[in-house]
């Protein structure tokens, strides 16, 4: 499979918790994005990074979420502290490179705070 | 403003008729522009880009840009109701993706 892979595709978190995302680009892709869909929304940006880099994360709220794409393995987008209001599916996307605009997306995670 | 604005919807064609979707952007210094579909519960696809003033066609689906009206569209040739979805237009301005709410496109058999 060459797609772009996330998990876990469903995640159930109780207030307070901590939830993280894992994704792993497409092969040959070197540039993760990630976004935030509220149901019935349109896709949010949140962050786009490079390996061991964070190149935009101008729509990261600034408090509880941090994002990484190190070296070696997946990019991980971590929530700390979970609250109701970060219940939404998460996507993440992938693109060759810089000028090369096509992203293609994960099946994305689905995110439930109780 | 929004970066990029579509009409929500929804969009109802008959079978086999043409459904014509819009959009337009804010930024006049935006370069690429792409079309994803996606259906409920499921992540966007990607289905068309487009990068230079006019139209690209490919299959059903005809891409048209005009960057002086700060415009594009999608045109679905002979709808199916397979094509029933969420169609969601985005702009690359720097290699941020900005997308719009999407339309959602409803084909009746």
């Known amino acids: 499979n060459a797609g772009v892979m996330q998990n876990p595709r469903h995640l159930v978190r109780r207030r307070g918790q901590e939830a993280r995302l894992r994704c792993s680009p497409m092969k040959g892709h070197s540039h993760v994005y990630w976004y935030r869909q509220l149901p019935e929304e349109g896709l949010k940006f949140m962050v786009y990074?490079?390996?061991?880099?964070?190149?935009?994360e101008s729509g990261m709220p600034k408090e509880r979420f941090s994002a990484e794409f190190p070296k070696e393995g997946p990019s991980i987008l971590r929530i700390q502290q979970v609250v109701r209001g970060d219940s939404a599916a998460y996507f993440c996307?992938?693109?060759?490179?810089?000028?090369?605009?096509?992203?293609?997306f994960g099946p994305g995670t689905r995110l439930t705070v109780t | 403003q929004k970066e990029v604005e579509q009409n929500s919807g929804p969009l109802s064609v008959p079978e086999g008729a043409i459904a014509s979707l819009n959009c337009t952007y804010s930024?006049?210094?935006?370069?690429?522009f792409f079309w994803y579909r996606q259906y409920s519960g499921k992540s966007p696809e990607l289905i068309m880009s487009?990068?230079?003033?006019g139209d690209k066609e490919d299959g059903r689906f005809t891409a048209q840009l005009n960057k002086a009206s700060q415009y594009v569209s999608l045109l679905i040739r002979d709808s199916q109701p397979s094509d029933s979805a969420t169609y969601l237009c985005?702009?690359?301005?720097?290699?941020?993706?900005?997308f719009g709410s999407g339309t959602k496109l409803n084909v009746k058999p």
């Open positions: 487009i990068y230079s003033n």
């Open positions: 990074l490079q390996k061991e880099n964070i190149i935009d």
């Open positions: 930024d006049r210094g935006s370069q690429s």
């Open positions: 985005a702009v690359d301005n720097f290699n941020k993706f900005y």
């Open positions: 996307a992938s693109s060759y490179g810089t000028g090369d605009g096509e992203q293609y």
